[in-house]
Structures are given as structure tokens and as C-alpha cells.
């Protein structure tokens, strides 16, 4: 999938072959609320759509995730998705054939009855419109989709894929209305109508503002009477102002490293009441290396790098422990994490890094330049690059010099081969291991750097997306790791965690930071 959601803007299990069975229980949104008030949410990203065919960030899918219905959702701490709008869904054929059986009552926010036309609508509406800002890659897989009857819809993919469910649980799974949205283009007037726990009663630059829908029939149990969002726009200090201040409940998506290590820090925080609140996250950072350079397309040079950066200084020095180390292309969290690039490069060697680049015979400094962009993945990223050109040049075997770009800027240059080395974010679709290498190592991958490897495209990655029991991948995934690891095409840095900030009238956020990156609004009460 040509992935252009998940590059970061800052940080399954065995019943997919059998029936996954409707285990929760069900809520109507009305019956469910709770006596909790409405609560105000601050971060400093945007909602850029909120038509689920065109939104791929992280802040159109927080919408999509409360507003619309999905066939399958993440429970909270889950990385095996179960049924939603879906009673059961179940995969026959090797994994070719996905059907799903819709619950009875579904209806969308405006008494409009959900049934299996809208999902395969959805779906199709999604594929062929083909936003380049939308899901639609996720839905590759899709050859055809039929509906036997009203409650039942049946997936015929074009190759196994046993991630399915687990990319329909996403916001790419977002079902919408057949009667609200035209098939062959994108709603524009910034209305959404789902069938979720939450409806959008106003979306603008500044805020999105949302309510509780009653006619809501899934798992959830909405504890709150209603959400607002504040957008601070990548003003990250008006929303620890804001905060501070009060004019907001929580701060999430926002704060810098620096500001939740003073916050955890502080007693006059604490004497406000203002707790941090931290989660597990997926979200990573990598080095990209560009093939095709000439300094960097030489082995030797990539291995003396690895060799030389020291995550630790890098995640307590730049990020304040907001972040910890990784040596993985699968972070910690996800089945196939391993250690193969410590295993292979460890931290700080200076004399095995001299020893590559002599091996080889460099006897001169190393010129390079590491490319980053604060606007996309925040003003830390820069600090973080002058000072792994600091431990580059430290050892006496660089020369290595920071440069930054717009975003927009940045992107163009790496689709043209002009960047050597540079930075790249995910935040994952879904938490499955497939989700951190087949974008990257897969065809057409997102990091655009030249790497080509026949054994994991050709043979690793297929034989892994095959495997219902997502536990058996373990090995392949593995595998695929220490091909990167000894190729070096990229090197990990770094895995988020995520945090909220809120004053401690605020319970629940525990239960809406974890490694499937889904904000469920429903979980947070204030009293």
C-alpha cells in the first residue's frame, strides 16, 4: 500500500480463521451515557477530512474512529479485532473469502436503516474514488464484494491476506451512508453522518464538536455527554497555555517532550490537579538511507552510523524518556519485535564503526548531511539530528552537517533521490507486524529509497500475509529483520509512547492510549 497517512506528525491472535464471535455486549449511545459532562480536548493537529475516502491522518481518523462504524474495532488494549457493526465475521478459502454478518437495528445518525449495501458501498465508493490523500491502498486486496442479503456481506480478496480484518477495523473500514455520500466523489461540506458512538454536530478551522448518538448499537459505553476538539495547529505552547489556564480538560497530540517531563515534574502542576497520563504507542522514527547515494549507497558507511548512534542519549537527551529506544523494524508491543539491530550493531562503538570504514579502505572524514523536517515531525526532530551528527563526528569518522526542509519540499526531494539520509515517522494503520514492513519493504514502499530485496518481497512477506493465526508469522517476520539488519536500508531510532495531560476530574484516558492508536472517546468521563 503507497501509504500517505501514517508518516507521524511529531509518536493477531488465533480466532481470525474461525468465527470471531459478537463477545461484547451491546450499547444503545443513549441507554449507555453516562451522567459524565462534556469535555474539551486540546491538540495540535487538524482534522483534515471528514469524508472517510479522503482522510489518512491521524486527526480525520480520530473522527472516523468515533463517528463511524466499522464491521470489526479494537477493544481497549487489544491487537485482535472484534466485531462492531459486524455480529461475527469469519475468513474461509485460505484466507480468500471474508464474510461478515451485520447486528439487527443498525441506523445511521439520521434514522437512515445501516445494512450490507451501505458497507459494500462504502468500500467501492472508497476504491474508486482513490484520493491520494485517503485509505484507499489499504483496500488493495479487495477483488470483489457481494451482499447475499441485507445483513450479510462477503469479501472475495485477490491474494490471502489474514491482515484483512485487521485493516477494516481501521478508519479505512469507516461505513458510511449510501444516501449522504456520491459514489464518485468526495463530500465537501464538512458533515458527516456514521453510525458510531459520537455524532458531528460542527466541524471548522478551530474546533470539532461532537455529541453523544443515541441511536447508537455497537460495543461502546459512552461515558461522557459529548466531546469538543480545539485545534491549536502546531502551536504547541498555546496548548500547555491552555491547559495551564484551564480553558481546556485534556491536552493530547501536542505537548513537547519537554513540557510532559516538567509537567511530570512539577508540584504546581500537581497542586492544580494536572495529571500525565501515559500509554503504550507503536508510533516510530527510523533513518532512512538512500541506495542511491553516493556516500550512503556504500555499505561500509551505513554500518559505521549504526554502529555509532547511541539511542539511549538520543531518547533522554532530545525526547526527556518520552521515548524509548528500538533496534527493531517491529516495535515492542507487536508479535516479531526482536533486537536484531542491537544484536547485530549495538550502541556506541566508535572502534568497530573505524574498523568498516577502514576495512573498505576510507581513510578520509565522511561528508553527509541528514535531512530533516520540523513541520512535519515537530521541532525536536532537528535537535535530535544535530545530535546524532555530533556522535557521527564525535568519533573522528564524520563530517556530518543538519539541514531542514517544508514538509512539502522534503517530500519531493526524496521522490526525486536528492536526500541521502533522512527522517521518516509511522504511526501504524493497525498493530499487526504487517504494518511495519510491507509499506516499507513491500511494492511501491513509502520510503521511496531504492531498497529492493527479492527474498522479502517475493517470498517473506506473501508466505507472512497468508497466516490467519497471526501468532506463526513470528518467524517470518523475524527473519525479514535481520535482512534489513545486514542490509541496512533504514535504522531504527526510536518508539513513542503516548501521553494525554489532563486535570484530574478526567478518568479514562488509560483505557484510550494504546498500541492500535484509537482515541475512544466513549472511555472518558468528567466529574
Not at 544484536?343 to 535531512?371: F, N
Request: hydrophobic share 35%; with cysteine; net charge neutral.
Amino acid at each position: 500500500m503507497n501509504i500517505r497517512k501514517r508518516w507521524t506528525s511529531t509518536p493477531i491472535g488465533a480466532g481470525l480463521a474461525m468465527a470471531l464471535l459478537g463477545g461484547c455486549d451491546l450499547q444503545s449511545g443513549g441507554d449507555a451515557a453516562e451522567s459524565g459532562g462534556s469535555i474539551v480536548v486540546g491538540m495540535s493537529d487538524d482534522v483534515l477530512a471528514a469524508d472517510p475516502a479522503s482522510g489518512y491522518d491521524p486527526g480525520s481518523w480520530l473522527l472516523f474512529n468515533n463517528v463511524f462504524q466499522s464491521l470489526l474495532s479494537f477493544p481497549r488494549g487489544a491487537s485482535t479485532p472484534q466485531p462492531e457493526a459486524a455480529k461475527s465475521c469469519s475468513f474461509s478459502d485460505g484466507s480468500r473469502t471474508y464474510r461478515c454478518t451485520l447486528r439487527d437495528g443498525l441506523t445511521f445518525s439520521n434514522g437512515d436503516s445501516l445494512t450490507s449495501e451501505d458497507v459494500k458501498y462504502s468500500f467501492e465508493r472508497a476504491i474508486r474514488i482513490n484520493d491520494p490523500g485517503g485509505p484507499a491502498p489499504l483496500l488493495s486486496t479487495i477483488a470483489k464484494i457481494t451482499t447475499p442479503d441485507a445483513r450479510t456481506v462477503v469479501f472475495q480478496l485477490n491474494v490471502p491476506d489474514a491482515t484483512f480484518p485487521s485493516k477494516i477495523a481501521s478508519g479505512a473500514g469507516s461505513i458510511v451512508n449510501h444516501r449522504e455520500y456520491p459514489m464518485n466523489s468526495l463530500r465537501k461540506d464538512g458533515k458527516a453522518v456514521g453510525s458510531g458512538p459520537y455524532k458531528l454536530k460542527s466541524l471548522d478551522k478551530s474546533k470539532a464538536v461532537f455529541s453523544v448518538n443515541s441511536s447508537y448499537r455497537g460495543t461502546a459505553r459512552v461515558k461522557n455527554s459529548g466531546i469538543t476538539l480545539d485545534f491549536f495547529r502546531g502551536d504547541q505552547k498555546k496548548l500547555a497555555s491552555a491547559l495551564q489556564k484551564g480553558d481546556i480538560d485534556v491536552a493530547y497530540r501536542g505537548l513537547t517532550a519537554r513540557d510532559i517531563s516538567r509537567l511530570e515534574e512539577s508540584t504546581a502542576a500537581a497542586d492544580k490537579g494536572i495529571d500525565v497520563v501515559e500509554g503504550t504507542s507503536a508510533e516510530v522514527q527510523h533513518l532512512v538511507f538512500n541506495m542511491k547515494d553516493p556516500v550512503v549507497r556504500q555499505l561500509p558507511v551505513r554500518k559505521a552510523i549504526a554502529y555509532l548512534v547511541n539511542r539511549d542519549a538520543l531518547v533522554s537527551q532530545v525526547y526527556h524518556s518520552t521515548a524509548t529506544p528500538l533496534y527493531s523494524i517491529v516495535p515492542a508491543g507487536i508479535t516479531a519485535h526482536s533486537t536484531a539491530f542491537f544484536d547485530k550493531y549495538g550502541d556506541s562503538q566508535p572502534a568497530k564503526a573505524e574498523q568498516a570504514l577502514r576495512s573498505a579502505g576510507i581513510t578520509d572524514k565522511v561528508k553527509l548531511t541528514l535531512w530533516s523536517t520540523p513541520s512535519r515531525y515537530g521541532p525536536a526532530t532537528d535537535d535530535e539530528f544535530r545530535a546524532i551528527a555530533q556522535q557521527l563526528n564525535a568519533s573522528g569518522l564524520f563530517d556530518a552537517d543538519v539541514k531542514s526542509l517544508p514538509f512539502d519540499q522534503y517530500e519531493k526531494q526524496i521522490a526525486g533521490g536528492k536526500l541521502g539520509v533522512y527522517v521518516k515517522g509511522w504511526v501504524p494503520d493497525y498493530p499487526d507486524p504487517d504494518n511495519f514492513t510491507q509499506p516499507f519493504f513491500g511494492k511501491d514502499n513509502v520510503l521511496q529509497n531504492g531498497y529492493v530485496n527479492d527474498d522479502i518481497t517475493g517470498r517473506i512477506i506473501p508466505d507472512a500475509a497468508s497466516r490467519a493465526e497471526r501468532g506463526t508469522t513470528e518467524r517470518a517476520f523475524n527473519e525479514l529483520q535481520d535482512h534489513v539488519a545486514e542490509d541496512l536500508p533504514i535504522l531504527p531510532l526510536w518508539q513513542g509512547k503516548q501521553y494525554a495531560v489532563a486535570y484530574d476530574t478526567i478518568s479514562g484516558l488509560e483505557w484510550t492510549l494504546d498500541a492500535s492508536t484509537v482515541f475512544r472517546f466513549w472511555e472518558i468521563s468528567k466529574y
